[in-house]
């Protein structure tokens, strides 16, 4: 079976632009969730999504936006990229909502501003 | 808030040996802990979990962690390291319904 997939894998914007990451999760799986996993660090938990609806949110700014679509595939949205965007960012999905239960991740998409 | 320690950022230990990595956590009430490990370019990978049930965790590749409430502490170990286990690991903690990871500790075995 397909584990979780990202897409692209790599990526180069500018300061400014925006940029839409995506996530494929694993067949079954109705939770996606995102993370910012800056060099050197810890992922950072961004969001959570079950069924469609927002059901955590981290602290990052407004500038991050997700949705998930009917077939629980997701997108993450970043406009106005700064420098300090630059990271992996993860894409884990799991059967339920809570995310207690085991994630699944998904390789990752390194974005690098310049 | 909550947050998690991992004491010591690069461990290096002999093939044959003893692995322990550290983590300590801050939570009013007992959360779910996990480790997680990293290979290089790959995303994250669970090793075990706590969940209340038991307070050693035994997982997979032979890690097992030890809860223990009185000292906040889910230290992660392996009796005897092997060359493949030369990766990043990461405990984390959940509550609230969000995940909170600390910085890693990167695990180096020497032949």
């Known amino acids: 079976d397909a584990g979780v997939t990202q897409s692209p894998t790599h990526l180069i914007k500018t300061r400014g632009q925006q940029v839409t990451l995506r996530c494929s999760p694993i067949?079954?799986?109705?939770?996606v969730s995102w993370y910012q996993q800056v060099l050197g660090q810890g992922p950072q938990f961004i969001f959570q999504y079950y069924e469609k609806e927002e059901r955590g949110r981290g602290n990052f700014p407004d500038r991050f936006s997700a949705r998930q679509f009917p077939n629980y595939s997701s997108e993450l949205n970043v406009n106005a990229l700064l420098l300090g965007d630059s990271a992996l960012y993860l894409c884990?999905?799991?059967?339920?909502?809570?995310?207690?239960?085991?994630?699944?991740f998904g390789d990752g998409t390194r974005l690098s501003i310049l | 808030a909550q947050s998690v320690t991992q004491l010591g950022s690069h461990v290096s230990v002999s093939e044959g040996a003893l692995v322990l990595l550290r983590c300590n956590y801050s939570?009013?009430?007992?959360?779910?802990l996990f480790w997680y490990v990293q290979y290089p370019n790959q995303g994250l990978q669970l090793l075990l979990k706590y969940t209340s049930a038991a307070t050693l965790v035994k997982g997979i590749n032979g890690f097992e962690a030890e809860f223990k409430k009185s000292e906040t502490s889910f230290h992660l170990t392996k009796p005897s390291a092997h060359m493949s286990d030369a990766a990043e690991y990461f405990c984390?903690?959940?509550?609230?319904?969000?995940?909170?990871f600390g910085t890693g500790t990167s695990l180096t075995v020497i032949p």
């Open positions: 884990a999905s799991s059967l339920g909502q809570n995310l207690n239960r085991p994630q699944h």
């Open positions: 067949s079954g799986h109705k939770s």
């Open positions: 984390a903690v959940m509550t609230g319904n969000q995940f909170y």
């Open positions: 939570s009013s009430v007992p959360p779910y």
